[in-house]
């Protein structure tokens, strides 16, 4: 069999080609004297550059991850149901970011989950709440047909808003409650 023909060894001998050193020893030597210059160079003024911005984002950002951390956890309670006995809640909050509610109707087989993304409003709701308040959590599904939801996170509590993000109100707004474990 013709090895031109299937092309068997012309990789190999491609490839050998590639691999041929055709350097010479005072080249390789100008473009390791260079790359450590420019590398040098570089660190020096990264050294020294650092801004009021870069600084106050590094430190948001330090802030942020305390702050998810804070968070996360799983949060669990009974919620008021029209035509159960309660809907039995448990939250999983990742400081990653994401979230999983679980929620089982009391006195039926019937249960649901449903997962998403996760964060912090710096808004708190475009000013309807302030720091004493606690921290407003935005929830976002990942399936288009569900809404999003809201949160308000205060020490080991987490009050669920309704669906335009203000506080429950009436004779049942003590259980949208849910303990953090």
């Given at each position: 069999m013709d090895a031109r023909l299937h092309g068997a060894?012309?990789?190999k001998r491609t490839f050998a080609r590639?691999?041929?050193p055709r350097h010479?020893?005072?080249g390789a030597l100008f473009t390791a004297a260079a790359a450590s210059?420019?590398?040098l160079s570089?660190?020096?003024t990264a050294q020294f550059s650092e801004t009021k911005t870069q600084t106050s984002l590094r430190d948001a950002a330090y802030v942020s991850t305390l702050e998810t951390k804070?968070?996360?956890g799983v949060y669990e309670g009974v919620i008021p149901c029209a035509d159960c006995s309660g809907i039995r809640t448990a939250l999983y909050v990742r400081a990653i970011g994401s979230y999983t509610r679980v929620s089982h109707y009391m006195g039926t087989n019937g249960a649901f989950e449903e997962g998403g993304r996760w964060h912090v409003d710096d808004t708190r709701l475009d000013g309807r709440f302030n720091e004493a308040d606690g921290t407003v959590v935005v929830f976002e599904p990942l399936s288009a047909?569900?809404?999003k939801w809201y949160g308000l996170v205060s020490g080991k509590q987490m009050k669920l808003l309704d669906r335009e993000g203000n506080v429950?109100?009436?004779a049942l707004a003590d259980f949208y409650v849910l303990e953090k474990n």
């Amino acid at each position: 069999m013709d090895a031109r023909l299937h092309g068997a060894y012309a990789p190999k001998r491609t490839f050998a080609r590639i691999l041929r050193p055709r350097h010479t020893k005072a080249g390789a030597l100008f473009t390791a004297a260079a790359a450590s210059l420019l590398l040098l160079s570089g660190c020096q003024t990264a050294q020294f550059s650092e801004t009021k911005t870069q600084t106050s984002l590094r430190d948001a950002a330090y802030v942020s991850t305390l702050e998810t951390k804070a968070l996360s956890g799983v949060y669990e309670g009974v919620i008021p149901c029209a035509d159960c006995s309660g809907i039995r809640t448990a939250l999983y909050v990742r400081a990653i970011g994401s979230y999983t509610r679980v929620s089982h109707y009391m006195g039926t087989n019937g249960a649901f989950e449903e997962g998403g993304r996760w964060h912090v409003d710096d808004t708190r709701l475009d000013g309807r709440f302030n720091e004493a308040d606690g921290t407003v959590v935005v929830f976002e599904p990942l399936s288009a047909k569900d809404h999003k939801w809201y949160g308000l996170v205060s020490g080991k509590q987490m009050k669920l808003l309704d669906r335009e993000g203000n506080v429950v109100e009436g004779a049942l707004a003590d259980f949208y409650v849910l303990e953090k474990n």
